[in-house]
T-cell receptor, first 110, second 113 residues
Framework: GQQVMQIPQYQHVQEGEDFTTYCNSS?????IQWYKQRPGGHPVFLIQLVKSGEVKKQKRLTFQFGEAKKNSSLHITATQTTDVGTYFC??????????FGTGTRLQVFP | DTAVSQTPKYLVTQMGNDKSIKCEQN?????MYWYKQDSKKFLKIMFSYNNKELIINETVPNRFSPKSPDKAHLNLHINSLELGDSAVYFC????????????FGAGTRLSVL
């Protein structure tokens, strides 16, 4: 029940196209975090969602938390080459640890 | 000023050797973590310390021994290195519980030959 699945595992897009990654859990989540890891870099926090149905935007990035709090998505509008990297969702478990999703690796072709 | 710094950045060593990775954070956080990221990019928690006390040991072999001399430092010592230990190891910190934002170090790429 701890595992968080992300789909797709990989996504290649042309610059300017949209991109979405989905995070799914079999159990209700208290919150969900999103991180981005550039190639050769380290995970960097993007956002945290707490409320059912919550939607948050950061420029071209839109984050959603499902009504049942079992899934979340990250949508990027009009991708740019700077969006390249691996996007992880992460759920907290028993307050003691963060369980990271399997990640979606995004490649953007100019 | 780097918030979470870990050294070394790269570590290449022979099987059977013992090595250490150091981590320091200057964010004033009370919780620190070690994560392992394998070649498939899966990021898995290994240890968590809160105010120098071990909170989580995620079924890591006892060849791995974390040490926290104070709440700003969490080092990782690995005995008898094996090929399967090759990975990128990330240190991270947060204020309070894991549900709070975690700040990661740049990572240590360990290659065991």
């Amino acid at each position: 029940g701890q595992q968080v699945m992300q789909i797709p595992q990989y996504q290649h897009v042309q610059e300017g196209e949209d991109f979405t990654t989905y995070c799914n859990s079999s159990t209700t989540l208290s919150n969900i975090q999103w991180y981005k890891q550039r190639p050769g870099g380290h995970p960097v926090f993007l956002i945290q969602l707490v409320k059912s149905g919550e939607v948050k935007k950061q420029k071209r990035l839109t984050f959603q938390f499902g009504e049942a709090k079992k899934n979340s998505s990250l949508h990027i509008t009009a991708t740019q080459t700077t969006d390249v990297g691996t996007y992880f969702c992460a759920r907290s478990y028993n307050t003691d640890k963060l369980i990271f999703g399997t990640g979606t690796r995004l490649q953007v072709f100019p | 000023d780097t918030a979470v710094s870990q050294t070394p950045k790269y570590l290449v060593t022979q099987m059977g050797n013992d090595k250490s990775i150091k981590c320091e954070q200057n964010l004033g956080h009370d919780t620190m973590y070690w994560y392992k990221q394998d070649s498939k990019k899966f990021l898995k928690i290994m240890f968590s310390y809160n105010n120098k006390e071990l909170i989580i040991n995620e079924t890591v072999p006892n060849r791995f021994s974390p040490k926290s001399p104070d709440k700003a430092h969490l080092n990782l010592h690995i005995n008898s290195l094996e090929l399967g230990d090759s990975a990128v190891y990330f240190c991270a910190s947060s204020q309070g519980f894991a549900k709070n934002i975690q700040y990661f170090g740049a990572g240590t790429r360990l290659s065991v030959l």
